[in-house]
């Protein structure tokens, strides 16, 4: 009787533990800290998988001094019709492999307005939400983004995350991923003296 | 119980006794303390300050550098998964030398927790025609696919099973933890895992010095000893921080994914809802936390 009576108490004072120690741990969980270096990010998609947190982007990868685009553009005289390109984008025109045979600049790129690109819909964006852009074909590939499939995230895996766009991987211009050249394998066992 | 108090117990007692005495008797004091500690999983608060306190001094001795040793324990509300994309790998081995780099595994001899497995697409996953040495100039290869492996944290873990004095077990997170100090070196654990993902410590890990990352779990990546086994801890002295896994940080293609598998919201919980997903080896009964997909 006196054991059992021991042993009640101690299961249930190990409980209160329990319950102490998980009230603790989920006070702090819900007490997250942000770091103020990271970009604030006002543009991320609705996701619900996303709501309770900060997310922040790297900017996008423009070559040294290319943007802003009106820097050059403003003086020209927009040209809707499609030609070989000269100039700062004879790289891109040789370099350019995204479905080339029925699509060019201004699929993405607006006429009148450089700095901005252009949704099918005549919408134009900024460069800093080009996955909307991308997402406008590869839909299913922008809904893996957005919940954290496709693509990337670094930083915390319960806290703030940092995304990176499409653009930061694949170069819209020759989206297919590039091969690389890979870390040096294991030594073989029969090499171990 | 009945107390035995017979001559033939006494006697018993003396010789073990005894031949504790001339055992440790060659050693120093520091080395008797250590050989009496108890196991990681009984000390208590204190017990465990006290032991990291000492182990701080002997890396500071042995690396002339300061550690910093966490023992940082689960929080109850979490159970970690891993997803690692088959469609996205491309087998270019960065995760294997971050990894090696972030968990102060031995450069000669070479250790490394993960290893990247080439397969032929035309056979599927096919162990026995796997290719760990490949090596051209750029990667993927034509006609090949790539699967890196390393401990799956098994939700019924063989080499805990095995393990005759109980220095390896599943911690609440789900992580399969060692403890190094505890651990014998019999190796049946390396023997009973059928994913390879546990290594043996054959000669004293060989780190540069400024390559040694200071900033420790007790369970994790702290600097080993000659004569023990280790394996991938889903970098607990960082996900214990709430941090990714340092492979999922440098994955240059994105195909690792980490998270809580508790947590409806997480990206592994997507992933096994959502994509088509295997484990290695399912018919073992393993239950591994570590799942395969397609993304594509």
Excluded at chain 1, 81 to 99: A, G, P, T
Excluded at chain 2, 74 to 98: H, K, N, P, Q
Aim: charged share 25%; with cysteine; proline share 7%.
């Amino acid at each position: 009787m006196n054991a059992t009576s021991y042993s009640l108490i101690k299961v249930i004072m190990m409980a209160g533990f329990v319950v102490f120690f998980t009230r603790c741990t989920g006070d702090n969980a819900s007490t997250e800290q942000t770091n103020p270096e990271w970009i604030q990010n006002e543009f991320m998609p609705d996701s619900n998988n996303i709501k309770h947190q900060d997310i922040a982007v790297k900017p996008p990868p423009f070559s040294e001094g290319i943007f802003p685009c009106s820097e050059c553009h403003a003086e020209m005289v927009p040209n809707p019709h499609r030609r070989k390109l000269e100039y700062m984008h004879v790289k891109i025109d040789s370099m350019f492999d995204h479905d080339s045979k029925n699509r060019w600049c201004l699929d993405c790129h607006d006429l009148n307005n450089r700095d901005s690109l252009r949704l099918a819909s005549g919408k134009l964006i900024g460069f800093n939400e080009s996955q909307k852009l991308c997402g406008q074909c590869h839909g299913d590939k922008y809904r893996d983004w957005k919940v954290g499939v496709h693509g990337k995230r670094t930083g915390y895996w319960k806290g703030p995350k940092e995304y990176l766009l499409c653009v930061h991987c694949h170069n819209p211009h020759s989206p297919k991923f590039k091969p690389l050249a890979p870390m040096p394998p294991p030594v073989r066992q029969e090499d171990i003296h | 119980m009945k107390k035995n108090n017979s001559r033939r117990s006494f006697l018993k007692n003396l010789s073990v006794a005894t031949f504790s005495t001339l055992a440790l008797a060659g050693c120093d004091m520091r080395a008797i303390d250590e050989f009496l500690t108890k196991n990681f999983r009984v000390l208590s608060k204190k017990e465990k300050e006290d032991l990291i306190h000492k182990l701080k001094i002997s890396y500071r001795k042995k690396y002339g550098k300061e550690f910093q040793i966490s023992d940082k324990p689960a929080t109850g509300g979490e159970l970690f998964g891993y997803a690692l994309d088959l469609s996205r790998c491309i087998g270019c081995r960065r995760c294997v030398y971050a990894c090696v780099e972030e968990n102060n595994q031995s450069r000669d001899p070479q250790v490394q927790w993960i290893q990247v497995l080439q397969m032929e697409k035309v056979r599927g996953i096919d162990f026995a025609h796997a290719n760990v040495y490949y090596n051209p100039e750029k990667v993927p290869e034509e006609g090949h696919f790539y699967i890196p492996i390393a401990c799956q944290q098994c939700e019924n873990p063989p080499c805990v099973k095995v393990c005759p004095v109980k220095a390896t077990w599943k911690a609440p997170d789900g992580i399969v933890v060692i403890d190094y100090n505890w651990c014998i070196g019999c190796r049946y654990c390396m023997a009973a895992c059928p994913y390879g993902a546990r290594h043996f410590n054959w000669a004293e890990p060989g780190i540069p010095e400024e390559k040694l990352n200071t900033d420790t779990h007790y369970l994790g990546n702290r600097p080993r000893i000659k004569g023990v086994v280790e394996k991938c801890t889903f970098c607990i002295q960082r996900v214990r921080e709430n941090l990714y896994p340092v492979c999922v940080e440098i994955c240059p293609v994105g195909a690792r994914k980490f998270g809580n598998l508790l947590d409806e919201e997480s990206e592994v919980r997507y992933i096994i809802e959502n994509k088509r997903v295997l484990v290695l080896k399912e018919e073992l009964n393993t239950q591994p936390k570590f799942f395969y997909f397609f993304g594509v």
